[in-house]
């Protein structure tokens, strides 16, 4: 299945592009809807390995907002490619069902476990895409939830 | 066998050479522990090795030919039967558990009696003790022989097993320092009267606690050897005016400090064996509790958000589609049925599993779960194929064995999708080795995917584990662990079979009811 772009913008004004990548089809599709309904254009994709066929083929979206726990590529995998191919300033947003302690996950900016509401979502979109926390992740990936 | 019979024939010369008792009864007959050893460690078909050796030390301190077979009789027997009895009650022989050590004390003390008896009852016939000494001869015989297996059987067998992680550095000159101290303690106790005996057991206490049961057989025999030699060498606690006296006080002193120090070690690397074991049920649990929560996490988000938008879509004056609301109704379907697993869980671990029979056909049960899961097959590209003999009555709960089938099913979809998944379901005759068996109905299902390595697979039974991780795959982990036990509540079996590449196979095995199948073949 290809990422799939769900809605052209329909207002005036220039949207903001966002990459949802979870594998769960009907969280992305539910926060996809809750997003577009906040004024935002949002992009799917379903794992890592299709996130970054989306990057190289589409324009940059202003944040990533990505799940932990997916097949194929998962979030930290696609964390550590997004930096090896020159997206390390990307802003990215971690949805995760795991409270997590992970240094390396906590040092990427913002975290937001599951569930959250759109307020919450809208909030730590906004920090994201402003930089104003922004880490880099060292090579050494985390494999458990811990 | 040559070199048991060899080990044998010099240990007893160093014994014979300590002092013996008429001659053939010594302090500590060390051959008794190398023939225990050797036969639990090689198996009792060495005993030929035993009674060579025996017999010819017998021979050799002047025993006749019939006097020294008698003998190496009795302490081949003692070898035999204390063998046949550890084995018998499953002597794990690193002694690492207390059942363990006391296990080898009893057999230590019940079988040298056969020993001691066959010896003297030699001795008396060969006309080397007399009946007043008969008494004091046979316990200093039993004696030396609880000795013998009490101190030099733990040694070696404790000795003879690949130790279990690679020797530290650090543990080794522990070691090494906790000998030197003990033999240190043996010189003062044994060179003066004026330090008591009881301060010997600080160097045993501390290999019992710091150097499990290596570390302590070793001091043992360390310990013994001094004590011996302060007390041939006529000084030290146990020298008394009356030899037997002074044997007996070293012999207890010797027995009673291997039984003691074994059994604290024992009991320490007893305890810390059963602390890692709960640390690591904890890892599972905690580890299960983080899939939970994940599990459990990402519908309740998804109807967090649905809620949210329907919210703001009716009060913009939109309308709820269909779809929006089938789409919330999954959610909550999918909650619903993580916290019926969950819930199916703790009834199985408190034992309150219930199966409500009815009459039904398992043909018929079959049909309405495939059918139903032609849509999820359809998801994941996997052909759904069904066989059917026929219709297969019984009295089974539906709901519990449609949650089987939909497990596997599910199962099988999900860990190898886009390959097709055999369902087939039959009768099976009884084996005919049993007559008493009953026929069996026999539902399995195969798919074709990668496969469970062969040792992996019961694990999948096992609560808290799966074939693939959870981030891979979803799901609780906890299908076929329920399922199982659905099953046997039925008194059926659940079993699994796989080969790496070629896919996986679960079987269902159910007991056909006569009642419904008197004119069956």
Known sequence: MLAIMRAMPSAPEAKELLLVVDDDDDFRSSLGEALELEGYLVAEACNGAQALEWLRENERPAAVLLDLWMPTMDGWQ????????????????????????????????????????????????????????????????????? | ??????????????????????????????????????????????????????????????????????????????????????????????????????????????????????????????????????????????????????????????????????????????????????????????????????VIFAPLVWAAVRLGQRGCTLMVVAVSVCAIAGT????????????????????????????????????????????????????GRDDFLAIASHELRTPLSALALQLGTMRRLLGKGGELSDDRLGRAERQTDRLTYLVTRLLDVSRIEAGQLRIVPEPLDLELLVRDVT???????????????????????????????????????SNAFRHAPGRPVDVTLGAEPGRQSSPTERRRARLAVRDHGAGVPEGRLEELFTPYQRGNTARERGGLGLGLYISRHLVEAHGGTLTGRSEPGTGCEFVVELPLDARYHEGDA
């Open chain 2, 232 to 283: 041939s060498s006529g000084r030290g606690p146990f020298v008394h005016a009356e030899l037997s006296r002074s044997l007996l006080d070293l012999q207890s002193f010797m027995g009673f400090v291997a039984a003691v120090t074994m059994m604290l070690a024992a009991a320490i690397t007893e305890r810390d064996h059963s602390r890692a074991v709960a640390v690591g049920a904890l890892k």
């Open chain 2, 371 to 409: 059918d139903r899961m032609t849509d999820e097959a359809t998801r994941t590209g996997s052909e759904l194929r069904v066989e059917t003999t026929g219709p297969i009555l019984g009295s089974w709960d539906r709901l519990r064995l449609e949650q089987v089938l939909s497990n596997l099913l």
């Open chain 1, 78 to 146: 696609l964390r550590l490619a997004l930096e090896e191919r020159g997206y390390g300033d990307l802003a990215v947003l971690v949805m995760t069902a795991v409270r997590t302690q992970d240094p390396d996950l906590l040092r990427v900016g913002q975290v937001l476990e599951k569930p959250f509401t759109m307020p919450e979502l809208v909030t730590a979109l906004r920090r994201a895409s402003s930089g104003v926390v922004r880490g880099r992740l060292s090579s050494t990936r985390r494999m458990s939830p811990t």
């Open chain 2, 1 to 198: 066998m040559v070199v048991l019979a060899a080990c044998y024939v010099v240990a007893a010369r160093i014994g014979l050479a300590l002092g013996a008792v008429a001659g053939f009864a010594t302090l500590v007959w060390a051959p008794t522990g190398i023939a225990l050893a050797a036969l639990l460690r090689g198996g009792r078909a060495l005993w030929p090795g035993v009674f060579a050796g025996a017999f010819i030390v017998n021979a050799w301190v002047g025993a006749s030919p019939l006097v020294a077979g008698g003998i190496a009789a009795g302490n081949t027997l003692e070898a035999v039967l204390g063998a046949a009895l550890l084995l018998r009650l499953r002597l794990d022989t690193r002694l690492e558990r207390i059942a363990d050590v006391a296990m080898l004390l009893a057999v230590a003390l019940a079988s040298t009696t056969v020993s001691a008896t066959i010896g003297v009852a030699s001795l008396l016939a060969g006309g080397f003790v007399k009946g007043a000494e008969l008494v004091q001869t046979w316990r200093a015989w039993w004696v030396g022989d609880v000795i013998g297996d009490v101190i030099v059987a733990p040694l070696l067998l404790v000795w003879s097993l690949a130790p279990r992680a690679r020797l530290r550095w650090a543990r080794a000159a522990e070691g090494t320092l906790a000998v030197v101290v003990s033999v240190v303690i043996c010189f003062a106790v044994f060179g003066s009267a004026a330090i008591g005996v009881y």
